[in-house]
């Protein structure tokens, strides 16, 4: 999956969330602190760059 489609589905999983507070399916306090639990299980999704080029042992050929 796309990095672009993780970033989608993580904002529709949160959009979700609030809706479903105002119709009192998901209790105030727990929609609060969703959006954090979210990024926090799913840092790939709003993580932007390609993790092989943080390495910072490589040495750059100069």
């Given at each position: 999956?796309?990095?672009?489609q993780q970033a989608l589905?993580?904002?529709?999983?949160?959009?979700?969330?609030?809706?479903?507070?105002?119709?009192?399916?998901?209790?105030?306090?727990?929609?609060?602190?969703?959006?954090?639990?979210?990024?926090?299980?799913?840092?790939?999704?709003?993580?932007?760059?390609?993790?092989?080029?943080?390495?910072?042992?490589?040495?750059s050929k100069a």
């Amino acid at each position: 999956m796309k990095q672009i489609q993780q970033a989608l589905l993580l904002a529709a999983a949160m959009i979700g969330i609030a809706l479903l507070s105002v119709v009192d399916i998901v209790p105030e306090e727990i929609a609060q602190f969703a959006p954090f639990a979210l990024l926090a299980l799913f840092p790939g999704a709003w993580l932007v760059g390609n993790r092989r080029n943080c390495n910072p042992f490589k040495r750059s050929k100069a």
